[in-house]
Structures are given as structure tokens and as C-alpha cells.
């Protein structure tokens, strides 16, 4: 209990005070994992009713890819689920970013950009700095929250 104060009163002499914070979009976290398990689920059973399963795998190869195949699925639909502890706080002299302290010297100019790809119907919303291009999709108003904090605007 003493340890997490002193790290947390060290925090703010480094970061200056809270100024607002933004979480995780549960709700387009649970869009994006459900509208992935529909589709996966139209392709098995488009798959299931144009091959209908006769027994089990041809060899143990066939069954290995199978498999394979499944955990690569399984993997694609549920990725949206990593982010549900995607976070930004806000201070005075810095970020912290999914645990990641950045003070406002480091990053540089700030901006924002919304990316659309060729593979996806959904953009992305990128924080741009000098560092890095960190992916803020999966965050609840981060701009919105960035705006409030910094530029006292909405």
C-alpha cells in the first residue's frame, strides 16, 4: 500500500497533475468482436452446407491444417479483445498511454489522424507525434479528452 503511494506521488512530480483521462470503447470493442464472430459464423456454415462433413480428417496432416486454420480464425475474431485495457491519462508535462509514461517534450507536435484501409470498412484513429503513430482506436473520446486537457477546447 505505502509502495503504489510513492510511486503514484512520484508520478505526478515527473507528470505534473491529472488533468482528465480517457478509457477503452467497451462498446465498440463488443461491435467489432460480435460483428467478426457473424461473419465467421456465415463462413462455417456456408462452408458446412456447400461440403457437408463425411467422418473425420483424411490424415493427421489434414487435420493439423484444420486446426491450424481454426486457431488462425479464432484468433482474427476475437482480437479486438486485447484492447480492452487500452487507456490514456492525462497531465500537465506528459501522457501516459496503456502504462507507458511520455512527457510532452518527448512526443513533440501532436495530431491526430483517421485512416481508412483497403482491408477494413472501419477507420482508425492514430495520435501522431515525433516518437511514434499510436493506434487510439479502441479509446473512448482520446481526442476529445486530449482537446479538454491541452487545448481547452471541445
Known amino acids: 500500500m505505502q509502495k503504489g503511494k510513492e510511486r503514484q506521488v512520484q508520478k505526478e512530480k515527473e507528470l505534473g497533475r491529472k488533468l482528465t ?14 460483428l ?10 456456408a462452408g458446412v ?14 487435420g ?17 479483445l486485447i484492447h480492452c485495457g487500452d487507456f490514456m ?12 509514461k511520455w512527457t510532452l517534450d518527448e512526443l513533440g507536435e501532436i495530431t491526430f489522424m483517421d485512416a481508412r484501409s483497403n482491408r477494413s470498412a472501419f477507420t482508425r484513429t492514430y495520435m501522431c507525434t515525433d516518437v511514434r503513430n499510436f493506434d487510439i482506436t479502441y479509446i473512448k ?3 476529445k479528452s486530449f482537446n479538454r486537457a491541452y487545448l481547452k477546447v471541445i
Not at 480517457?22 to 460480435?34: E, P, Q, V
Open 21 to 34: 483521462e480517457a478509457h477503452a470503447n467497451m462498446g465498440k470493442i463488443a461491435l467489432r468482436t460480435s
Open 36 to 45: 467478426r464472430v457473424l461473419l465467421a459464423g456465415v463462413v462455417i456454415i
Open 49 to 62: 452446407r456447400g461440403n457437408p462433413p463425411q467422418g473425420g480428417p483424411v490424415s493427421v496432416l489434414a
Open 64 to 80: 493439423l491444417l484444420a486446426s491450424c486454420v481454426a486457431l488462425c480464425a479464432a484468433v482474427w475474431v476475437f482480437f479486438p
Open 89 to 100: 491519462e492525462f497531465y500537465e508535462n506528459g501522457i501516459v498511454i496503456c502504462k507507458r
Open 141 to 143: 473520446d482520446g481526442k
